[in-house]
């Protein structure tokens, strides 16, 4: 029973829920809206949200894993998932897939349908991804930047505030550095073990210099983006001061030390236990939350 649980929790990608953590980044910035004049209330109905958003991203992470399981058998680490190392037989991995979709789906319409539109959206998107864009160079870190977006629309939509085009901006930079780095991290090692593409189909489309080039691109256009967000008139406005620029800093040092994990300790494959795991990246993480907060208590309008 444990080892059918343990398999079952492999399987849903528990430790990836965090990335549906980007659901909270609109009532996070609503907060300190005080035009929008969000109540605790209203701000709390989108912990659900994430919550369905995670129940519909692990019925997707099961399908796709049932489509790639032939060449996760062939993945030095992807060979230990639950359904490529068989722990769970694939008819079993069907009925999970399309009962936590359901779930996802059908809480999502009960909580605000609009909502559910996003979120199917996000589903549709994610289909497409595994059956075919996944395999296209580019395409396919398009498609896991887009995602993101969706997931922060997603939040405002189930409590009706307004989001930012910067703040989606900023999302879709961020996500897409990741993917990036992610890639590259899938391109140096399958090079390096002589394994060529045989694990992911788009790397074929991809080499170091070129990557090494995305990557370089994307991290400053996510500073410059988020800096600019900062300090832009209808921001200021929008939160009644200009010192959200004090958290730039803390910004730059998140993507630096990211990068120096990349590159300097080969790291980026993961990129949600790097984020739970790299101490200096927690602390500029949390040092961030709250200098947003304390900026929005003391300074706002």
């Known amino acids: 029973m444990r080892a059918a649980v343990r398999s079952l929790l492999s399987a849903l990608r528990v430790s990836q829920w965090t990335k549906n953590s980007v659901v909270l980044a609109a009532v996070f910035f609503a907060l300190g809206d005080r035009e929008q004049n969000i109540p605790w209330t209203t701000a709390a109905m989108v912990i659900p949200a994430a919550i369905l958003f995670c129940l519909a991203s692990s019925g997707i992470y099961i399908l796709n894993d049932i489509r790639d399981?032939?060449?996760?058998?062939?993945?030095?680490?992807?060979?230990?998932?639950?359904?490529?190392?068989g722990r769970m037989p694939v008819p079993a991995a069907w009925i999970f897939a399309f009962l936590f979709l359901g779930l996802g789906l059908g809480g999502a319409l009960a909580l605000q349908p609009l909502f559910a539109a996003v979120l199917a959206a996000y589903v549709a998107l994610q289909l497409l991804y595994t059956l075919a864009l996944k395999r296209i160079a580019l395409a396919d870190i398009m498609v896991i930047a887009t995602g993101f977006v969706l997931r922060a629309v997603a939040g405002a939509v189930a409590i009706g505030v307004k989001i930012s085009p910067w703040l989606l901006v900023c999302t879709f930079l961020l996500a897409l550095f990741l993917a990036t780095c992610k890639r590259r991290h899938e391109k140096v090692l399958m090079d390096d073990l002589g394994g060529g593409n045989a694990t992911r189909d788009s790397l074929a489309g991809y080499d170091r210099l070129l990557l090494d080039q995305l990557v370089a691109i994307?991290?400053?256009?996510?500073?410059?983006?988020?800096?600019?967000?900062?300090?832009?008139?209808?921001?200021?406005?929008?939160?009644?001061t200009s010192m959200l620029a004090l958290t730039i800093p803390f910004v730059v040092f998140g993507m630096f030390r990211y990068l120096d994990l990349v590159y300097r300790h080969e790291k980026g494959d993961r990129p949600e236990k790097i984020l739970l795991t790299d101490a200096p990246l927690l602390v500029a993480i949390a040092l961030y939350g709250v200098s947003v907060l304390v900026i929005f208590a003391l300074f706002g309008k």
Do not use: Q
């Open 69 to 85: 399981i032939e060449s996760d058998r062939a993945h030095p680490t992807k060979r230990l998932r639950a359904i490529a190392s």
């Open 218 to 240: 994307i991290s400053a256009a996510t500073i410059v983006c988020y800096a600019i967000y900062t300090l832009w008139p209808a921001t200021v406005e929008k939160f009644g």
